[in-house]
């Protein structure tokens, strides 16, 4: 019953857009120095929550679980980003990287706050401690 108030699932949501945004990062970092690779991002989480159902591709719950084509997954709607291209073609800037961790890391406390915050007053709405 209480795992369907909508506050659970945006701070649910709010989440699993941090972790599939840190994977991006994380990729992007990896590929710092390979020529040609363009850096990605994902759209914001306002974007991707407002979205309408039917818009909402197939996602995979683990590795390996579905092979998903090009575009679906935790990389779907995973945009390049507006960074400025070195002349080997790769646009990866770390210091670019690194201001984006910094922000998805306080998407992902704020997530996790939304939670804590929602489930401490569920309880005291039920008189529990």
């Known amino acids: 019953m209480f795992e369907r108030l909508e506050i659970f699932q945006m701070a649910y949501g709010l989440?699993?857009?941090a972790a599939a945004r840190q994977?991006?990062?994380a990729?992007?970092?990896a590929n710092a120095d390979t020529p040609?690779?363009?850096a990605r991002d994902l759209a914001s989480?306002?974007?991707?929550y407002a979205r309408p159902a039917r818009e909402v591709m197939l996602r995979t719950s683990r590795p390996g679980h579905l092979?998903?084509?090009?575009g679906v997954g935790p990389a779907a709607g995973a945009r390049l980003t507006d960074d400025p291209v070195s002349p080997n073609g790769n646009s990866v800037?770390?210091?670019?990287?690194?201001?984006?961790?910094?922000?998805?890391r306080r998407q992902h406390?704020?997530?996790?706050s939304v939670y804590s915050t929602s489930l401490n007053i569920l309880r005291s709405s039920l008189g529990r401690k």
């Open 67 to 70: 092979v998903a084509p090009d």
């Open 109 to 112: 406390e704020l997530a996790l």
């Open 36 to 38: 040609g690779y363009r």
């Open 93 to 104: 800037s770390l210091e670019s990287e690194m201001v984006r961790a910094a922000e998805i």
């Open 15 to 17: 989440a699993r857009h």
């Open 27 to 29: 990729r992007n970092v």
């Open 23 to 25: 994977a991006i990062v």
């Open 45 to 48: 989480f306002s974007e991707t």
